[in-house]
C-alpha cells in the first residue's frame, strides 16, 4: 500500500511561488492537498520506497520573500534517496541560524519549532517566515533519523522610499520618486500591485503629470515594477513632509522633508541723504521671510509712490518719469531711479500691484550743500608742500556734494601760494568741484615763518565761504646726512638734520629730540669711538642737525631713519651699506682660560692649543708678542714659538687653523698665572690674542708620570660602593671637566645587575647634582642589565651601551640607553623611556660591546648577536639609520664560527673602523681581527682589498680588545695573545697603516707584546693615543694571588715609555682597568673594580 499522491507531492511545493500574506486561501488548499494525502491509499500500488527510513531530506524553496510564509516538507527517505514512510511517529525538531521563525499553519499564525512525521507517512509539512533579508538556514532534525538542513536566501520587498528634490521653489512642478527597496534599501520589484497613499502635500498637491495638471492623492506601483514618479507643486512658504504609504499596510512608510521656499516681501534700498537734483539709484528687491532675495515666480508690477515733490524715473538720468517698475519672471529686483529738486524730507514706497508682496518703504533725506570748509595741516613746515582739500558740507557740517559745477576761489593772509600738484609747481587761484562732487584737493607752500589764513569762497556766493588757520613753521621734515657706504667696523659719524621743503638746512624753532632706528645688526653711538651707545640725539633750539656715529661689525644693509619725538617734523632716512671687514680675526681654543692642574715640582706638563683663523682675510706677521712673552714657569715647548710639535707659522689662512705647544714647568709649590699672547696683522692694523693660562706646583715626590693625581680624591683613587659587586667599565670625560663612568651594580647578591651611571667632580668626589645623589641605576626588564661603554654627544647627552635580560634571564638584547647631561633618562630617545633594544638572535647572548658619536650625532654600536659580530648605527634621537646597510644594522659573515666586535672608531673621513676577534669552534684558536666600512655600512676595500684585515700572533686565542686611531690615520689596537712558553696571555698592542697593513715603524713589526713582573694571564682593556702621539694602555693581570690594575704607556716607536711609572707601567694591587680616557690636559683616567666588589676610578699624571 502506498501514499497516491507521494510522487509529486515535492514538486508542488518547490513549484509554489511567493504570494500576499492576505491571500492565505492558497495556502490554506494547499493544506487541504496535502492532508488528503496524508490519509488516503491506494490499496494496489506497490510501495515506492522499499527500504527502512534512515534520514530526513528538506524540500522548498532556497529564495524566498521577506515578510512571505512559505511551506516547506520534511520527507524521510532510505538510504537508497526513495521516500520511505515512518513505522512510529517522528518528532523532527525545527531551527534556523539566522532570524527566520517556524509555523504550523500557512498564515504563519501559529509558531512551532517542531513538526510530527506522523507513523505510516514519509512526509510532514510545517511554515517559514523571515522578517530580516539575510541569508538563513534550516536546520531539521529528527529523532532517530539523520538530519537535514537548507540554506535559504531572503529577499523581497519590505519599505517604500521616497527621494526627490528637498529645497523648491513656490509654483515649480517637481518630480519625485516612489521606490519599492528590501531592508538594506536596494530596489527590489513589487510582487503584486502595490497602491500608495500620498499624503503630507499641506498647501500644495501631487500630481501625476509633469506640469502639474492633473492633481492626485494616490498612485499605483504595478505589479514586477519597484518605481513610480509623481510630482509636487506648492504656492506657499512652508517646511512640510512629504509622505507615501502602502495603502495595504505591508510596507513601511516613506517620508521626505521638502523647504519650499518664495518671495514674501519687497525690500527698497537707496542713498540717503539724497544730494539735491542729482539722480539716484534705488534698488526693488524681492525677499523670502527670511530677508533672502529670492526670484519671483512670475512678472511682478510694482507701484512706486511717496516721491514728494520728487519723481521716479526708469533711466539713469532721470529723464523718463515712471509711477511703475516690473520684476520679470525669475528675476528677484529692478532699479528705479528717483530725483527732487526741493531739499525735503520723504517717504518712498514699492507695492505689488497684485498685493501678494508686502509693501516696502525708505525714508530719504534730500539736501543740498550751504557752505564750504577747507581741511588739511595746521602746522606746516616752510618751503613745505601740504595738500589741503576744499569741501563742500550741509547745514548741518556733514559732507555733501554741489548740485552743479562750482568754482571757489582760494586765497591766504600770508605770503603764501596755492598749487595744483604735489610738488608745488604750478600755482593756481582758484580751483572747481565738479556738479555732485564734494571735494576738490590743492596744495598750498609758504617759506615764511608765519601765522597764516587760507580761505575758500563761492564764486558765485551761493555757498557760505570756509577757512583755515596754519602756523608756518622754519623746518618741515628730518633727513640723515653722511655716507651711503661703509666699511664693517668703522665707526662713521652722521648728522640728523632739520630741513625746509625745498631741503634747505633749517633751523628749528624749538629744542628737537631725534629717536634713531634702522640700524639693523649695527649701533648708534654718541662717540667718535663708538663706545657710547644711543638712541637719540638732541637738536637745540635755533640749530639745524645733531650729531651721531654709527657702526656695523657685519656685511649689512642699514636704513637709518630719524624721527621727530614730537610728531612735528617728518622722518628722514639714509640707507647704507656696510661691506664686509677684509681682516684676519685670530682665535686661541680653550676659551677664557687653561690649568695644567698640579703638576709636581721639576716635572712639565705640555698642552696643544689650536689657533684659528675666523676672520675673511690672511693673517700675517704671527709670532709671540712683543712685550708680553711667557714667563717661567710657562713658556713654548722647546723655548721659541710655535713650541715643540706646533705647526703655527707666521701666517694664517682665513678658514684654517694651526697649533702651538705651551709647557708648564712648576720649580716650586705654589700657584702660577700667565697668558700666551700672540700678534698678527689683520690685513689693517696689528693685532693680538690671548689666553689665560694657570697651573699649581705639586710635591717632587709624587708628580712624575705614571704617579696617582693627589689632588684627585686625596689619594689618586675614588672608590664607590652601592653594592656586592659593582664594576665599571667606561668612562668619557664632559667639557666641564666632570668624569661620567658607567657599568654596573647591585643591590644585593640575591638581585639582578642594573646599569650604574656616576659622575664624579674634577677632584674626584662624587657629584650629588648628577642622578641621585651622583648615581643613576637603571633596570631596564626586571632582569640582569650591563652597561659595557659611555659616549658623549655633542649636545652633551650622554649614551651607554651593553645588554639587557629579561625578567626569567632567557632573553638578552642588546642595550642602547640615553640619559641627559644630568643622569635622567631621556624620554625623547627611543620609544619614549631613554631605551633602545635590539635582538637578532635567541641564542640569550645579544651584546653591544662599543659606541662611538659620529660628526652627524648619530650612534654607532659593534657587538654580537648569536655567534655573529653586528655592527648598527642609530640617528640621533635612536632610530635605526635605514642610509647604513638596508636596515642600519649589518653582521659579518665567513670569518670564523664564533666572532665579535669589541670596540669602534670613526676616522676623520666619515670611515668606520673596529676591532674584536674571529674564533673556531673550541675557542682555543683565535685571532685578532679588523674591520673598516665605508659610512653607508658597505666593506671598504681598499683597506686590506676586503675591508677586513685578520692577524694571528699565535696557534692559540688572541683577540683585540680596544682600537684607538692616531693623528696620522694610523691604527692602534690593544688586547690579548697567547704565549705557549709561559702558557699564560700577554698584553698585546698592534699599529697598522691607515690601509690596513702592519706597520714596521713599530716595534719592526707592528707587534708589540709585554709582560708585568706579576703573574698571570695579561688582558689589555683600553687603548688610547695621547697628545704626544704616545699610546697608553689600561688592563689587568689575573695573578694567582690577587688581580692586578695596570696602565702603561708606549713611546711612538713601540717601545715601553720610561718616563712613565716604572719602565713604562703603573700598577696597583687588588683590582682590575676595564675602561680608560685621557683629559685635555693629559692626565689618565681608568676606571673598573676592586677585588672587594667596588667601584674603583684612578687618575694617574702624565
Same mark, same amino acid.
Given at each position: 500500500?502506498?501514499?497516491?499522491?507521494?510522487?509529486?507531492?515535492?514538486?508542488?511545493?518547490?513549484?509554489?511561488?511567493?504570494?500576499?500574506?492576505?491571500?492565505?486561501?492558497?495556502?490554506? #488548499?494547499?493544506?487541504?492537498?496535502?492532508?488528503?494525502?496524508?490519509?488516503?491509499?491506494?490499496?494496489? =500500488?506497490?510501495?515506492?520506497?522499499?527500504?527502512?527510513?534512515?534520514?530526513?531530506?528538506?524540500?522548498?524553496?532556497?529564495?524566498?520573500?521577506?515578510?512571505?510564509?512559505?511551506?516547506?516538507?520534511?520527507?524521510?527517505?532510505?538510504?537508497?534517496?526513495?521516500?520511505?514512510?515512518?513505522?512510529?511517529?517522528?518528532?523532527?525538531?525545527?531551527?534556523?541560524?539566522?532570524?527566520?521563525?517556524?509555523?504550523?499553519?500557512?498564515?504563519?499564525?501559529?509558531?512551532?519549532?517542531?513538526?510530527?512525521? !506522523?507513523?505510516?507517512?514519509?512526509?510532514?509539512?510545517?511554515?517559514?517566515?523571515?522578517?530580516?533579508?539575510?541569508?538563513?538556514?534550516?536546520?531539521?532534525?529528527?529523532?532517530?533519523?539523520?538530519? @537535514?538542513?537548507?540554506?535559504?536566501?531572503?529577499?523581497?520587498?519590505?519599505?517604500?522610499?521616497?527621494?526627490?528634490?528637498?529645497?523648491?521653489?513656490?509654483?515649480?512642478?517637481?518630480?519625485?520618486?516612489?521606490?519599492?527597496?528590501?531592508?538594506?534599501?536596494?530596489?527590489?520589484?513589487?510582487?503584486? *500591485?502595490?497602491?500608495?497613499?500620498?499624503?503630507?502635500?499641506?498647501?500644495?498637491?501631487?500630481?501625476?503629470?509633469?506640469?502639474?495638471? $492633473?492633481?492626485?492623492?494616490?498612485?499605483?506601483?504595478?505589479?514586477?515594477?519597484?518605481?513610480?514618479?509623481?510630482?509636487?507643486?506648492?504656492?506657499?512658504?512652508?517646511?512640510?513632509?512629504?509622505?507615501?504609504?502602502?495603502? @495595504? &499596510?505591508?510596507?513601511?512608510?516613506?517620508?521626505?522633508?521638502?523647504?519650499?521656499?518664495?518671495?514674501?516681501?519687497?525690500?527698497?534700498?537707496?542713498?540717503?541723504?539724497?544730494?539735491?537734483?542729482?539722480?539716484?539709484?534705488?534698488?526693488?528687491?524681492?525677499?523670502?521671510?527670511?530677508?533672502?532675495?529670492?526670484?519671483?515666480?512670475?512678472?511682478?508690477?510694482?507701484?512706486?509712490? /511717496?516721491?514728494?515733490?520728487?519723481?521716479?524715473?526708469?533711466?539713469?538720468?532721470?529723464?523718463?518719469?515712471?509711477?511703475?517698475?516690473?520684476?520679470?519672471?525669475? %528675476?528677484?529686483?529692478?532699479?528705479?531711479?528717483?530725483?527732487?529738486?526741493?531739499?525735503?524730507?520723504?517717504?518712498?514706497?514699492?507695492?505689488?500691484?497684485?498685493?501678494?508682496?508686502?509693501?516696502?518703504?525708505?525714508?530719504?533725506?534730500?539736501?543740498?550743500?550751504?557752505?564750504?570748509?577747507?581741511?588739511?595741516?595746521?602746522?606746516?613746515?616752510?618751503?613745505?608742500?601740504?595738500?589741503?582739500?576744499?569741501?563742500?558740507?550741509?547745514?548741518?557740517?556733514?559732507?555733501?556734494?554741489?548740485?552743479?559745477?562750482?568754482?571757489?576761489?582760494?586765497? +591766504?593772509?600770508?605770503?603764501?601760494?596755492?598749487?595744483?600738484?604735489?610738488?608745488?609747481?604750478?600755482?593756481?587761484?582758484?580751483?572747481?568741484?565738479?556738479?555732485?562732487?564734494?571735494?576738490?584737493?590743492?596744495?598750498?607752500?609758504?617759506?615764511?615763518?608765519?601765522?597764516?589764513?587760507?580761505?575758500?569762497?563761492?564764486?558765485?556766493?551761493?555757498?557760505?565761504?570756509?577757512?583755515?588757520?596754519?602756523?608756518?613753521?622754519?623746518?618741515?621734515?628730518?633727513?640723515?646726512?653722511?655716507?651711503?657706504?661703509?666699511?664693517?667696523?668703522?665707526?662713521?659719524?652722521?648728522?640728523?638734520? %632739520?630741513?625746509?621743503?625745498?631741503?634747505? @638746512?633749517?633751523?628749528?624753532?624749538?629744542?628737537?629730540?631725534?629717536?634713531?632706528?634702522?640700524?639693523?645688526?649695527?649701533?648708534?653711538?654718541?662717540?667718535?669711538?663708538?663706545?657710547?651707545?644711543?638712541?637719540?640725539?638732541?637738536?637745540?633750539?635755533?640749530?639745524?642737525?645733531?650729531?651721531?656715529?654709527?657702526?656695523?661689525?657685519?656685511?649689512?644693509?642699514?636704513?637709518?631713519?630719524?624721527?621727530?619725538?614730537?610728531?612735528?617734523?617728518?622722518?628722514?632716512?639714509? $640707507?647704507?651699506?656696510?661691506?664686509?671687514?677684509?681682516?684676519?680675526?685670530?682665535?686661541?681654543?680653550?676659551?677664557?682660560?687653561?690649568?695644567?692642574?698640579?703638576?709636581?715640582?721639576?716635572?712639565?706638563?705640555?698642552?696643544?692649543?689650536?689657533?684659528?683663523?675666523?676672520?675673511?682675510?690672511?693673517?700675517?706677521?704671527?709670532?709671540?708678542?712683543?712685550?708680553?712673552?711667557?714667563?717661567?714657569?710657562?713658556?713654548?715647548?722647546?723655548?721659541?714659538?710655535?713650541?715643540?710639535?706646533?705647526?703655527?707659522?707666521?701666517?694664517?689662512?682665513?678658514?684654517?687653523?694651526?697649533?702651538?705647544?705651551?709647557?708648564?714647568?712648576?720649580?716650586?709649590?705654589?700657584?702660577?698665572?700667565?697668558?700666551?699672547? #700672540?700678534?698678527?696683522?689683520?690685513?689693517?692694523?696689528?693685532?693680538?690674542?690671548?689666553?689665560?693660562?694657570?697651573?699649581?706646583?705639586?710635591?717632587?715626590?709624587?708628580?712624575?708620570?705614571?704617579? #696617582?693625581?693627589?689632588?684627585?680624591?686625596?689619594?689618586?683613587?675614588?672608590?664607590?660602593?652601592?653594592?656586592?659587586?659593582?664594576?665599571?667599565?667606561?668612562?668619557?670625560?664632559?667639557?666641564?671637566?666632570?668624569?661620567?663612568?658607567? /657599568?654596573?651594580?647591585?643591590?644585593?647578591?640575591?638581585?639582578?645587575?642594573?646599569?650604574?651611571?656616576?659622575?664624579?667632580?674634577?677632584?674626584?668626589?662624587?657629584?650629588?647634582?648628577?642622578?641621585?645623589?651622583?648615581?643613576?641605576?637603571?633596570?631596564?626588564?626586571?632582569?640582569?642589565?650591563?652597561?659595557?661603554?659611555?659616549?658623549?654627544?655633542?649636545?652633551?647627552?650622554?649614551?651607554?651601551?651593553?645588554?639587557?635580560?629579561?625578567?626569567?634571564?632567557?632573553?638578552?638584547?642588546?642595550?642602547?640607553?640615553?640619559?641627559?647631561?644630568?643622569?635622567?633618562?631621556?624620554?625623547?630617545?627611543?620609544? /619614549?623611556? &631613554?631605551?633602545?633594544?635590539?635582538?637578532?638572535?635567541?641564542?640569550?647572548?645579544?651584546?653591544?660591546?662599543?659606541?662611538?658619536?659620529?660628526?652627524?650625532?648619530?650612534?654607532?654600536?659593534?657587538?654580537?648577536?648569536?655567534?655573529?659580530?653586528?655592527?648598527?648605527?642609530?640617528?640621533?634621537?635612536?632610530?635605526?639609520?635605514?642610509?647604513?646597510?638596508?636596515?642600519?644594522?649589518?653582521? #659579518?659573515?665567513?670569518?670564523?664560527?664564533?666572532?665579535?666586535?669589541?670596540? !669602534?672608531?670613526?676616522?676623520?673621513?666619515?670611515?668606520?673602523?673596529?676591532? &674584536?676577534?674571529?674564533?673556531?669552534?673550541?675557542?682555543?684558536?683565535?685571532?685578532?681581527?679588523?674591520?673598516?666600512?665605508?659610512?653607508?655600512?658597505? =666593506?671598504?676595500?681598499?683597506?686590506?682589498?676586503?675591508?677586513?684585515?685578520?692577524?694571528?700572533?699565535?696557534?692559540?686565542?688572541?683577540?683585540?680588545?680596544?682600537? @684607538?686611531?692616531?693623528?696620522?690615520?694610523?691604527? !692602534?689596537? *690593544?688586547? $690579548?695573545?697567547?704565549?705557549?712558553?709561559?702558557?699564560?696571555?700577554?698584553?698585546?698592542?698592534?699599529?697598522?697603516?691607515?690601509?690596513?697593513?702592519?706597520?714596521?715603524?713599530?716595534?719592526? +713589526?707592528?707587534?708589540?707584546?709585554?709582560?708585568?713582573?706579576?703573574?698571570?694571564?695579561?688582558?689589555?682593556?683600553?687603548?688610547?693615543?695621547?697628545?704626544?702621539?704616545?699610546?697608553?694602555?689600561?688592563?689587568?693581570?689575573?695573578?694567582?694571588?690577587?688581580?692586578?690594575?695596570?696602565?702603561?704607556?708606549?713611546?711612538?716607536?713601540?717601545?715601553?715609555?720610561?718616563?712613565?711609572?716604572?719602565?713604562?707601567? =703603573?700598577?696597583?694591587?687588588?683590582?682590575? *682597568?676595564?675602561?680608560? *680616557?685621557?683629559?685635555?690636559?693629559?692626565?689618565?683616567?681608568?676606571?673598573?673594580?676592586?677585588?672587594?666588589?667596588?667601584?674603583?676610578?684612578?687618575?694617574?699624571?702624565?
Amino acid at each position: 500500500m502506498r501514499k497516491f499522491c507521494d510522487p509529486w507531492l515535492e514538486e508542488f511545493v518547490v513549484a509554489q511561488v511567493l504570494v500576499r500574506s492576505k491571500k492565505w486561501l492558497v495556502f490554506a #488548499l494547499m493544506s487541504v492537498i496535502l492532508i488528503s494525502c496524508q490519509t488516503q491509499v491506494k490499496p494496489d =500500488a506497490t510501495l515506492s520506497g522499499t527500504g527502512v527510513p534512515v534520514r530526513l531530506v528538506l524540500s522548498g524553496l532556497s529564495t524566498v520573500q521577506v515578510n512571505a510564509c512559505v511551506p516547506y516538507l520534511g520527507i524521510s527517505q532510505d538510504a537508497q534517496g526513495a521516500s520511505a514512510p515512518v513505522e512510529t511517529d517522528v518528532m523532527v525538531f525545527l531551527s534556523a541560524l539566522g532570524s527566520g521563525s517556524f509555523f504550523a499553519d500557512p498564515t504563519c499564525s501559529i509558531p512551532t519549532s517542531f513538526v510530527n512525521l !506522523v507513523a505510516g507517512n514519509a512526509s510532514a509539512i510545517f511554515y517559514y517566515k523571515n522578517t530580516q533579508v539575510e541569508t538563513d538556514t534550516v536546520i531539521a532534525s529528527p529523532t532517530g533519523l539523520v538530519g @537535514a538542513s537548507l540554506p535559504i536566501l531572503v529577499d523581497g520587498p519590505f519599505q517604500l522610499a521616497l527621494s526627490g528634490p528637498t529645497s523648491i521653489k513656490t509654483d515649480t512642478c517637481k518630480s519625485y520618486t516612489l521606490q519599492v527597496q528590501n531592508p538594506s534599501g536596494a530596489g527590489r520589484n513589487a510582487t503584486s *500591485a502595490v497602491l500608495v497613499n500620498l499624503l503630507g502635500a499641506s498647501a500644495g498637491s501631487f500630481y501625476s503629470n509633469s506640469s502639474c495638471s $492633473t492633481a492626485i492623492t494616490s498612485v499605483t506601483i504595478p505589479q514586477g515594477s519597484s518605481l513610480k514618479f509623481v510630482y509636487y507643486k506648492n504656492s506657499v512658504v512652508e517646511d512640510v513632509t512629504l509622505e507615501a504609504e502602502d495603502d @495595504a &499596510g505591508l510596507l513601511n512608510a516613506a517620508a521626505l522633508p521638502v523647504s519650499v521656499d518664495g518671495p514674501t516681501k519687497l525690500a527698497l534700498s537707496g542713498p540717503s541723504p539724497l544730494l539735491k537734483n542729482s539722480c539716484g539709484t534705488y534698488q526693488v528687491k524681492s525677499l523670502n521671510p527670511s530677508d533672502v532675495v529670492t526670484p519671483v515666480n512670475s512678472a511682478t508690477v510694482i507701484n512706486l509712490s /511717496g516721491a514728494g515733490a520728487g519723481s521716479f524715473y526708469s533711466d539713469s538720468n532721470c529723464f523718463t518719469s515712471t509711477a511703475t517698475a516690473l520684476i520679470g519672471s525669475g %528675476a528677484s529686483s529692478v532699479t528705479v531711479y528717483y530725483l527732487n529738486t526741493t531739499n525735503q524730507s520723504v517717504t518712498l514706497s514699492a507695492a505689488d500691484d497684485a498685493a501678494v508682496l508686502s509693501a516696502a518703504t525708505l525714508a530719504v533725506s534730500v539736501e543740498g550743500a550751504t557752505k564750504l570748509a577747507l581741511e588739511g595741516p595746521t602746522s606746516l613746515g616752510a618751503g613745505a608742500c601740504g595738500t589741503y582739500s576744499v569741501v563742500s558740507q550741509s547745514a548741518s557740517d556733514s559732507e555733501l556734494g554741489v548740485s552743479v559745477s562750482t568754482t571757489v576761489n582760494l586765497s +591766504d593772509s600770508g605770503s603764501g601760494v596755492f598749487y595744483s600738484d604735489s610738488s608745488c609747481q604750478t600755482s593756481i587761484t582758484s580751483v572747481g568741484i565738479a556738479a555732485f562732487s564734494s571735494r576738490a584737493t590743492v596744495y598750498f607752500m609758504d617759506n615764511t615763518t608765519q601765522s597764516t589764513t587760507l580761505t575758500a569762497a563761492d564764486n558765485s556766493s551761493t555757498l557760505t565761504a570756509g577757512s583755515l588757520t596754519v602756523n608756518v613753521a622754519g623746518a618741515s621734515k628730518l633727513a640723515v646726512v653722511g655716507a651711503a657706504n661703509i666699511d664693517a667696523s668703522v665707526c662713521t659719524a652722521y648728522q640728523a638734520q %632739520a630741513q625746509n621743503g625745498a631741503g634747505t @638746512a633749517t633751523a628749528v624753532t624749538t629744542n628737537t629730540i631725534v629717536n634713531l632706528s634702522g640700524g639693523s645688526l649695527g649701533n648708534f653711538f654718541s662717540d667718535s669711538n663708538c663706545t657710547s651707545t644711543v638712541s637719540q640725539v638732541l637738536i637745540p633750539l635755533s640749530s639745524s642737525s645733531a650729531t651721531f656715529y654709527f657702526k656695523d661689525t657685519v656685511a649689512d644693509t642699514a636704513v637709518l631713519t630719524a624721527t621727530d619725538n614730537a610728531g612735528l617734523l617728518t622722518a628722514g632716512s639714509l $640707507t647704507v651699506t656696510v661691506n664686509s671687514p677684509l681682516v684676519a680675526v685670530l682665535e686661541i681654543s680653550e676659551d677664557p682660560s687653561y690649568d695644567f692642574g698640579t703638576v709636581a715640582v721639576g716635572n712639565t706638563s705640555d698642552h696643544s692649543f689650536t689657533v684659528s683663523n675666523t676672520g675673511n682675510n690672511p693673517a700675517t706677521d704671527m709670532k709671540e708678542a712683543i712685550g708680553a712673552a711667557l714667563v717661567t714657569p710657562f713658556g713654548f715647548k722647546g723655548g721659541s714659538y710655535p713650541g715643540t710639535g706646533g705647526t703655527c707659522v707666521t701666517s694664517l689662512n682665513q678658514g684654517s687653523s694651526c697649533t702651538i705647544v705651551v709647557s708648564f714647568a712648576p720649580s716650586s709649590q705654589a700657584n702660577f698665572s700667565d697668558s700666551v699672547t #700672540l700678534s698678527y696683522n689683520n690685513s689693517s692694523s696689528e693685532q693680538t690674542v690671548a689666553r689665560l693660562l694657570s697651573g699649581t706646583g705639586g710635591s717632587a715626590g709624587s708628580g712624575s708620570g705614571g704617579d #696617582l693625581d693627589t689632588s684627585f680624591s686625596g689619594d689618586g683613587m675614588a672608590v664607590s660602593s652601592y653594592g656586592p659587586n659593582d664594576v665599571l667599565n667606561g668612562v668619557a670625560v664632559q667639557q666641564s671637566g666632570k668624569l661620567v663612568v658607567a /657599568g654596573a651594580t647591585r643591590l644585593s647578591s640575591s638581585y639582578d645587575y642594573d646599569i650604574a651611571l656616576i659622575r664624579y667632580n674634577s677632584d674626584g668626589s662624587v657629584d650629588t647634582s648628577f642622578g641621585s645623589n651622583g648615581l643613576t641605576r637603571t633596570d631596564i626588564r626586571g632582569g640582569d642589565d650591563a652597561a659595557y661603554a659611555v659616549a658623549l654627544q655633542s649636545s652633551g647627552k650622554i649614551i651607554v651601551v651593553g645588554y639587557s635580560k629579561n625578567q626569567y634571564g632567557n632573553n638578552q638584547a642588546m642595550a642602547i640607553v640615553r640619559y641627559t647631561s644630568n643622569g635622567v633618562l631621556d624620554t625623547s630617545f627611543g620609544g /619614549g623611556d &631613554g631605551v633602545v633594544l635590539h635582538q637578532f638572535s635567541y641564542d640569550n647572548n645579544d651584546t653591544a660591546n662599543a659606541v662611538v658619536i659620529d660628526s652627524s650625532d648619530r650612534i654607532v654600536v659593534v657587538g654580537k648577536a648569536g655567534t655573529n659580530w653586528i655592527f648598527s648605527r642609530y640617528t640621533s634621537s635612536g632610530s635605526a639609520d635605514t642610509s647604513f646597510g638596508t636596515t642600519g644594522s649589518l653582521s #659579518l659573515s665567513g670569518l670564523a664560527t664564533y666572532h665579535s666586535g669589541l670596540s !669602534v672608531a670613526i676616522q676623520s673621513n666619515g670611515k668606520i673602523v673596529a676591532a &674584536g676577534y674571529a674564533a673556531e669552534s673550541n675557542f682555543t684558536v683565535a685571532g685578532i681581527v679588523l674591520v673598516r666600512l665605508n659610512s653607508n655600512g658597505s =666593506a671598504d676595500t681598499s683597506f686590506d682589498g676586503d675591508g677586513v684585515k685578520t692577524t694571528a700572533l699565535s696557534s692559540g686565542f688572541d683577540m683585540a680588545r680596544s682600537i @684607538a686611531l692616531q693623528s696620522d690615520g694610523k691604527i !692602534v689596537v *690593544a688586547g $690579548t695573545t697567547y704565549n705557549s712558553t709561559s702558557g699564560e696571555f700577554d698584553f698585546a698592542v698592534l699599529r697598522y697603516t691607515s690601509s690596513g697593513q702592519l706597520d714596521s715603524s713599530f716595534d719592526a +713589526d707592528g707587534i708589540k707584546t709585554f709582560s708585568t713582573a706579576d703573574s698571570g694571564n695579561h688582558i689589555a682593556e683600553s687603548v688610547r693615543v695621547d697628545s704626544n702621539g704616545k699610546i697608553v694602555v689600561a688592563g689587568y693581570t689575573d695573578g694567582s694571588s690577587d688581580d692586578v690594575f695596570v696602565v702603561a704607556r708606549l713611546n711612538t716607536d713601540g717601545s715601553l715609555d720610561s718616563d712613565f711609572g716604572t719602565d713604562g707601567v =703603573a700598577s696597583l694591587n687588588n683590582g682590575r *682597568a676595564h675602561g680608560m *680616557a685621557l683629559q685635555s690636559d693629559g692626565k689618565i683616567v681608568a676606571v673598573g673594580e676592586s677585588s672587594g666588589g667596588n667601584f674603583v676610578t684612578v687618575r694617574f699624571l702624565p
